[in-house]
């Protein structure tokens, strides 16, 4: 990983917490109002079929998602960069009545400070396509799974309504950079086979999936469609 990748992913950090501006919570619980993302619930079942004690969610950022992940596991670590992430995540968490089973925890997904095999499920949401070092997040990822857990995860395809959006910049084919200034790519099947080729991993599953959500107040006031290619990694036994 060159000093120049790294340095782009790490000055992303601070950005990432101006963006969650507490003051700006919708009437729902979370910042932008948004729903659950369908494949929370799926990614839980998954984790609970396994007999998942510990999950990761990272990023957690506004906790649109711990309720349904809750119901996977036991504990559910709610990870993020960001502070003012997790303060409205932790009101959400509240809210659906999980919070007792929420433990916060500050998080980098390129240096998580969790110990090898120390997770049983991670449910990783719109993180890797804003890396653009997404390769050592992956290697990270999967140190802390334990052998035979599952990393749940998501890359926006060209499909995705982020492409089409007036206030994105496209900077080279399947790059771009967002209304926040942060870097987005979007990917095919061929593209992240590679990519997980590179890290030596294997997807279990991948399928296209997409999406309505509702509009976001200040950035996307209309109703939007999302599609992504969800892939599971299953952490070999041996």
Partial sequence: MSTEVHSRDAAAIPLWNDAYDTSQVQDSGNLWGDPPVPYAETAAQLFAANSAAVVLDLPCGDGRNLPPLAKGAPILLAGDTSLNAMAIAEK????????????????????????????????????????????????????????????????????????TDPNIKEIAPKEYIDHFDFYCRFYDRE?????????????ESVEVASWWEPPHAGYRDYEHEHESLIFTIKKNET
């Fill in 92 to 163: 959400v968490a509240e809210k659906a009545d999980v919070r007792k089973q929420v433990v916060f925890v500050r998080v980098d997904a390129f240096d998580t400070g969790l110990v090898d095999n120390s997770v049983d499920g991670i449910f990783c949401w719109d993180l890797l396509g804003h890396l653009t070092d997404p390769e050592d997040a992956l290697r990270e990822l999967y140190r802390i799974l334990r052998p035979g857990g599952h990393l749940v995860a998501n890359m926006w395809t060209m499909n995705d309504c982020q492409v």
């Fill in 191 to 203: 593209d992240l086979d590679k990519l997980l080729e590179s890290v030596g991993m294997t997807a």
